[in-house]
């Protein structure tokens, strides 16, 4: 997650926008840290967001359990965003980019299997699992990395794609709003 939006933040954040993304090592260690890193990060007009793979769990319950955790800290403004089974999902839903971030993966190859190219791709059971096994050198890193980059924000089919790149819009404007002193 951490390599794809360190692509896909620059591209889609206004310029005057800072952002530091800090990694965790699995679903435990990000639930363990939410409170503990929000109660103590003291930077003045700092906002948080919180992305984290669904990984089978139910998306509602996921959702709002962190919303819940965030605003036990005091951080009830931060904005979270599942991605819908797991991240890979958002890169079926742009074809188009998968095959330029897979050399080795003719967009032929995939886009006119059914299985893809009619299928909702947050539907998809394990993405990550699909990609290894049509992509013997699939790693993990290296094609998040390239998909931050090259991801179409327009053609993306994935919903929850979709509501990750609106929320993140959205919580730009309203933070730039709010940290503008009227006159």
């Known amino acids: 997650m951490k390599a794809f939006l360190e692509g896909l933040l620059p591209r889609i954040l206004p310029d005057t926008t800072s952002f530091q993304i800090v ?3 699995g679903k435990s260690d990000l639930d363990l840290s939410i409170p503990r890193k929000l109660r103590a990060w003291r930077t003045p007009d700092t906002r948080f967001v919180i992305v984290r793979d669904q990984d089978g769990e139910d998306c509602r319950a996921v959702k709002d359990r962190i919303a819940t955790l965030c605003a036990d800290a005091g951080r009830g403004d931060t904005l979270v965003r599942i991605a819908c089974r797991e991240l890979e999902a958002w ?5 188009v980019a998968l095959s330029a971030a897979l050399s080795e993966l003719p967009i032929s190859a995939i886009g006119k299997k059914k299985l893809y190219r009619d299928r ?9 699992g699909e990609l290894a096994r049509i992509v013997p050198s699939y790693g993990k890193v290296k094609v998040a990395r390239a998909m931050g980059c090259r991801i179409d924000l327009a053609r993306c089919t994935s919903e929850s794609f979709r509501q990750f790149h609106t929320g ?14 009227s006159s």
Request: hydrophobic share 30%.
């Open 23 to 25: 990694a965790h090592e």
């Open 91 to 95: 890169f079926f839903g742009d074809l």
């Open 168 to 181: 993140i819009l959205k919580f730009a404007s309203r933070c730039q709003s709010e940290s503008v002193p």
């Open 120 to 128: 909702d791709p947050d539907g998809i059971c394990k993405p990550s």
